[in-house]
C-alpha cells in the first residue's frame, strides 16, 4: 500500500481494522493516541492509514462522520435495514422501536423488513400488529429466503447505497443476504447453535460489495439496545416523529410528555392519534433516562 492513503473500513475483528484502500484490504491496527482522545474506530468509518508492511497498516485519524450507531457499532451508512422476523423469533415491539428511535436521532432513513413471512400462513394478522409502523410512513417489505419473496424490492432498495442490516440474532439477516447475493457464503444459524457455540451465528460487524456501488454491512443479532450516554430525556421525542408532532402544540414548555394535565401528547393519546404501546415505551425510556442522568448528578 501507499505510505499514506484514505480508505473505509469494511470489518472491525479482534483489535484489527481492515480496510479497504484502493481496492484492496489492509489489515490495521489503530493509533494508540486516538484511544487516549476517546476515538473509537467502527466499520463505515472513513479513516486516514500510513503503511507498516506491504499489506499492514495503523489508522492514523477517523474522518468526521455522517452519522455513527453504537448498536450495531457503524458509521456513515445511507439505509438501516431493521429485520424482525414474523415468527422464530416472534415480533419484539420493544426492540423495534428502540431500533427505530436510533435511527431517527442519527437521521438514518429506515426499512423494516418482515423475514422468514413463508412461516405466516395468514398474514393478515401480523399486518394489524405492525399497522402503526405503515401509518407512520416507514416503508416494509415481507421477505423470506425461502421463497425469495421480496428479495427483487429489498435489493431495489439498496441499490448504490451503503446499507446496515440489523435485528436480532436469528431472524434471518445473513440468510436474506445470502439470497440477495449468492456467493457470499455467510455462516447461517442453526447449525452452530446446535453444536452450542454461543447464540450468535455472524460474529462481527463486515461491509460486503454488493457490486453497482452497493455496501451492506452484515451484523451480529443482539437482545437488548442502549441509548447513548449524552441523549437527555428531554431530546428521547426526536426518535418518535408522532409524539414530535404532537407536541409541537404543547403549552407547557419543557414538558416531556409522560402524562401531565393538559399535555398536547396526552390529548392525541387520549383521542387514540397515538399508538399506545409505543407511547408507553416512550414513557418508559424517558424515565430511564432520567434515572440515569439524575444518577449520575448524585
Ligand atoms: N422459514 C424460514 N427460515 C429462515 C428464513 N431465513 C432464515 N431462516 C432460518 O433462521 C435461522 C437463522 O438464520 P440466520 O440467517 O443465521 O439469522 P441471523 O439473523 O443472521 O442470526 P445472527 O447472525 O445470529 O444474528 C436459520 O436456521 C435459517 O435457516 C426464512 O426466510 N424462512
Ligand atoms: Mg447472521
Ligand atoms: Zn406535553
Redesign the pocket.
Known amino acids: 500500500m501507499p505510505e499514506r492513503a484514505q480508505g473505509r473500513i469494511v470489518r472491525v475483528v479482534a483489535g484489527f481494522y481492515d480496510v479497504e484502500v484502493e481496492g484492496r484490504t489492509v489489515r490495521c491496527r489503530a493509533r494508540g493516541v486516538l484511544k487516549k482522545r476517546g476515538v473509537h474506530p467502527v466499520a463505515g468509518d472513513v479513516v486516514r492509514v500510513s503503511a507498516a508492511g506491504p499489506s499492514e497498516g495503523v489508522v492514523e485519524d477517523v474522518l468526521p462522520r455522517k452519522n455513527v450507531l453504537i448498536r450495531p457499532p457503524v458509521a456513515n451508512v445511507d439505509l438501516a435495514v431493521l ?1 424482525f ?1 414474523v415468527r ?1 423469533p416472534a415480533l419484539n415491539r420493544h426492540l423495534l422501536d428502540r431500533l427505530l428511535v436510533q435511527m431517527e436521532l442519527e437521521s438514518i432513513p429506515p426499512l423494516l423488513c418482515w ?5 405466516l400462513e395468514e398474514r393478515s394478522e401480523f399486518a394489524k400488529e405492525v399497522s402503526v409502523y405503515a401509518r407512520l410512513g416507514y416503508p416494509m417489505i415481507y ?5 425469495k419473496e421480496g428479495i427483487e424490492e429489498v435489493r431495489n432498495r439498496l441499490r448504490g447505497k451503503v446499507s446496515v442490516v440489523t ?10 443476504l ?1 439470497v440477495l447475493h449468492p456467493g457470499l457464503g ?5 447449525v452452530s ?1 446446535r453444536l452450542g457455540r454461543g ?4 460474529r462481527w460487524v463486515e461491509f460486503l460489495a454488493l457490486g453497482d456501488d452497493t455496501y451492506v454491512a ?5 437482545g437488548v439496545v442502549s441509548f447513548g450516554k449524552e441523549l437527555g430525556p428531554e431530546q428521547l421525542v426526536r426518535g418518535f416523529p408522532e409524539l414530535l408532532r404532537a407536541g409541537r402544540g404543547c403549552q407547557y414548555r419543557g414538558c416531556l410528555h409522560i402524562g401531565e394535565e393538559g399535555c398536547a401528547v396526552r390529548a392525541a393519546l387520549d383521542e387514540g392519534r397515538i399508538d399506545p404501546v409505543r407511547y408507553e415505551h416512550y414513557r418508559e425510556w424517558v424515565l430511564e433516562l432520567r434515572r440515569t442522568r439524575d444518577d449520575r448528578y448524585r
Do not use: I, M
Open positions: 429485520v422476523s422464530e423475514s422468514k413471512c413463508d412461516l421477505v423470506s429466503s425461502v421463497t435485528g436480532q440474532s436469528g431472524v434471518g439477516k445473513s440468510s436474506l445470502n455467510l455462516a447461517v444459524g442453526d447453535r447464540r450468535h451465528t455472524t452484515d451484523t451480529p443479532g443482539f
